[in-house]
């Protein structure tokens, strides 16, 4: 398996995804391609967008973090959060890492430990009982509603909330 987290996948609750091939170099640039066209549509249209990056999968090298930051210089209004299971130690997590120092990026890190996942202010547990205390536990999970972390975004850049979500 490359993910840890194959028996609590969130993608076990989704229907609908889609998987993009990076195998080649001509099929990396075509999806980075297709990216860039799709974010300068977006942005030339909005003061603001918020991207999720990788409703399924991760970052799968330093290049495309890079790629990411990029995007970031070459639209002001852009805005990026994600998650990510790369170890620290891997040259990735240390590229995210240097991202989630844009005040426009959120991408919650792993250390992969037996331990829950801390990440700034974040922190995953299996149970809600688990929950330290003073830390709110995520609306968006807590109240089994249809909500989207972006409808309450207080896990964003800008918030100094300590929130909890249940593995997934």
């Known amino acids: 398996m490359s993910c840890d987290q194959w028996n ?20 990396e640039e075509y999806l980075w ?16 967008v918020l991207v999720r ?4 999968g991760d970052f799968y090298s330093v290049e495309y973090v890079q790629f990411w930051e990029e995007q970031l210089w070459l639209h002001e209004g852009l ?32 250390d992969q430990a037996e331990t829950p996942w801390e990440a700034g202010h974040f922190l995953v547990v299996d ?9 709110a536990r995520c609306p968006a999970e807590l109240t089994g509603r249809d ?6 975004t207080l896990c964003f850049p800008g918030f100094t909330l300590d929130i909890s979500g249940k593995a997934h």
């Open 79 to 110: 805005y990026l959060y994600g998650y990510t299971h790369r170890p620290e130690g891997d040259p990735i997590h240390t590229a995210i890492k240097d991202l989630n120092t844009e005040s426009r990026t959120r991408i919650l890190l792993s």
């Open 53 to 56: 990056l990788h409703v399924l």
């Open 127 to 135: 149970e809600w009982e688990d929950t330290p205390p003073r830390t």
């Open 8 to 27: 609590r996948c969130y993608g076990d609750h989704c229907f609908q995804v889609a998987r993009q091939d990076v195998s080649t170099p001509e099929a």
């Open 33 to 48: 391609a297709n990216i860039e066209l799709q974010l300068s549509f977006l942005c030339a249209r909005n003061d603001k």
């Open 147 to 152: 909500l989207k972390c972006v409808d309450c």
